[in-house]
């Protein structure tokens, strides 16, 4: 019999794994709890217009010369261009934003090398869109997210979301430069609560 835990500031699970005599089986067993959302919230979709994503990371727990490391060995295992890290008003807790531009499959099996938050890299399923969700803005008492600092790649060849370069120009003053970008304008922004998208609306930005 095997039993693995996990336990997050936004998820708990257990996972009981356990062979059945006389036969050649394993049976797996899940749960999971969640926290309640209570607060609304303004955030944007990795998702763009083409049905391809950008790199959403939601990292907790951890200090930000971890997290810078932890990008920089991204960028050279999964050839991924820049990285904008964001630090939220929780103590070592970090955003990070490429606007390289990948299929469900390709970001969710890069999500899952990363050590971000595990109810972050799973609610791309929960969602019936299909996307994960960065906060932008205040949520409560909390405030929005600041920008950091920019992790420069040589890795520049994928194509890169326009629109998430212009909207992270426009909310955050973020310098971005660089090619190859899609020359979409269309941005899901998303009204939500903690851990469940309830709401969204399109924006056109404009370039």
Known sequence: MKLETTATRKYAGIKLEFRVPLTKKTVRLYAGAYNTPDQWANGYSSRCKDGKYILFHDFDNLSEVDVVNELRALQE?????????????????????????FSLAEAYSIQKTTSSDFAFIESVKRLATKEWVLRYGEKGSRGAPEYLQTIVSKHQGRKKSSAHADFLKAQFGIKIVGYNWDGLTELKLVDYTTCNRTESNNKRVKQ
Not at 83 to 99: E, P, Q
């Open 77 to 101: 295992m999964h050839k991924i261009g820049n990285y904008y890290v964001f630090k939220t008003d929780r103590d070592n807790s970090f955003h990070a934003v490429s606007l390289d531009k």
